[in-house]
C-alpha cells in the first residue's frame, strides 16, 4: 500500500510539473518540444480521469485497502475535494491561454 501511495504521488508530482511548464509557456511565450510532453501528459490524465469518472490510481489504492486519497494525503480533507476542479480549470485555461498568446 506504501509502494502504491509513492508511485501516486510521484506521477501526481509529475503531472504538476507538466502543468508548472505549460504556464511557464504561456507566460514566457515559449514552444517547443517540452512543451508538447507536457501537453500530452495532462491531456492523458484528463482523458483518464473523465473516463474512470475519478483518478485510475485512486481506483487501485481503494481497491488495495487505503480508502486516503492523494490529494487528501496532500492537502488535507478540507482542501482536496477542490484539487481536481481548480487544476482541471488551471489546465485548461493555460491551454486556452497558449493559443491567444502567440509564440515568440
Not at 504561456?26 to 473523465?50: F, H, N, P
Not at 487501485?60 to 484539487?83: C, H, N, T
Request: proline share 4%.
Amino acid at each position: 500500500m506504501r509502494t502504491l501511495r509513492l508511485v501516486h504521488s510521484a506521477i501526481g508530482v509529475g503531472e504538476l510539473g507538466c502543468l508548472a511548464y505549460l504556464w511557464w509557456c504561456v507566460v514566457t511565450r515559449r514552444r517547443g518540444r517540452w512543451l508538447k510532453i507536457a501537453s500530452s501528459v495532462l491531456i492523458g490524465e484528463g482523458l483518464a480521469l473523465v473516463v474512470a469518472n475519478r483518478c485510475p490510481l485512486g481506483i487501485l489504492q481503494r481497491r488495495a485497502g487505503d480508502d486516503v486519497s492523494m490529494f487528501e494525503l496532500w492537502f488535507g480533507s478540507g482542501i482536496a475535494p477542490f484539487a481536481i476542479p481548480v487544476l482541471t480549470v488551471g489546465t485548461l485555461v493555460g491551454f486556452v491561454l497558449l493559443k491567444v498568446r502567440p509564440a515568440r
